[in-house]
């Protein structure tokens, strides 16, 4: 969708002041509700670290189409990201630092980034064509979008994860319209329909359904899992590119689709794995379980 609107939208300054404010309109709701029943205490101060971290990560973002990269070399990088999210989930949360000594985790990581290689190695070639500016923008965007998931993990707690983004992403939206004018907003006036659904369409799907469902899956899985199932993203997009526009794919990027989803399986197997190995042992240590515990 970002490479599409690049026909249109002169930079992603401007693309950013439209997408990120119409996905938190749908969030309004439980937005308004936290204000009004005093909701969260000081999370909502909290909230400007992944805030900050997100308007960064969302600027680059939307910078990269416009410095010489197709679109598969920009997923390529930044599916880099799982990398910083999975060093920075081991360095702030115990929990997920247990992932450490799983050897399931690893297995799992280790099939599921030999897979997106195999299965992008078209791209990775493509990233020696890059430039300078552009290689180093999505440096930086894989940076803090690996970040970003252990900053909303470490002020989420038990909060509801769609009133977390709904505060977040309205501190984002804010942001981002501040740095709007270091594009050209008045082009919009001049943007024809399709593009402007486009632009509304990539807003919902992109931002708000995608961000929400990342959200409730921290909260679940934690970070460092959710930050490396984001590796399938590519994968999907050729599934979803085979069935809608016909388009044919080699069968390396077949077979390495179906490795990186194996490992990302066998690697989202391994925080319960974990979580049984440490009831375990808390368990050997401790007195005997109650044969009825509470949810």
């Not at 909701?39 to 189409?65: C, D, E, S, V, Y």
């Not at 989420?156 to 983004?165: Q, Y």
Request: hydrophobic share 55%.
């Amino acid at each position: 969708m970002l490479q599409y609107l690049r026909n249109y939208v002169p930079d992603g300054f401007t693309a950013n002041m439209i997408r990120y404010p119409v996905a938190s309109l749908f969030y309004l709701p439980l937005l308004i509700d936290g204000i009004i029943h005093r909701r969260g205490g000081k999370f909502w101060l909290t909230a400007l670290l992944p805030a900050a971290i997100n308007i960064a990560a969302q600027t680059f973002w939307g910078m990269a189409p416009y410095h010489h990269m197709d679109a598969g070399v920009i997923s390529f990088l930044l599916r880099l990201s799982a990398i910083w999210g999975v060093l920075g989930a081991f360095l702030v949360f115990p929990d997920e630092r247990r992932l450490a000594r799983s050897p399931i985790f690893w297995a799992g990581t280790t099939i599921a980034l030999g897979g997106f290689v195999i299965m992008s190695w078209a791209h990775v070639l493509g990233v020696r064509e890059s430039g300078l500016a552009g290689l180093v923008i999505m440096f930086f965007c894989g940076l803090f979008q690996g970040l970003y998931g252990v900053a909303v993990r470490y002020v989420m707690g038990k909060l509801n994860p769609l009133f977390v983004f709904a505060v977040v992403g309205s501190y984002t939206s804010i942001g981002l319209i501040i740095m709007a004018p270091l594009g050209n907003p008045a082009s919009l006036l001049r943007l024809p329909m399709m593009p402007w659904i486009m632009l509304l369409v990539s807003a919902v799907v992109g931002i708000g359904l995608a961000h929400g469902m990342y959200y409730v899956a921290v909260q679940r899985m934690g970070a460092a899992v959710s930050t490396l199932l984001l590796s399938v993203t590519p994968f999907v997009t050729i599934c979803g590119s085979s069935i809608l526009l016909n388009e044919r794919f080699s069968p390396a990027q077949w077979i390495g689709g179906t490795i990186l989803v194996l490992g990302a399986t066998i690697a989202v197997r391994a925080p319960r794995n974990v979580l049984e190995i440490t009831h375990a042992n808390d368990s050997s240590t401790t007195e005997p379980a109650d044969p009825h515990p509470t949810a």
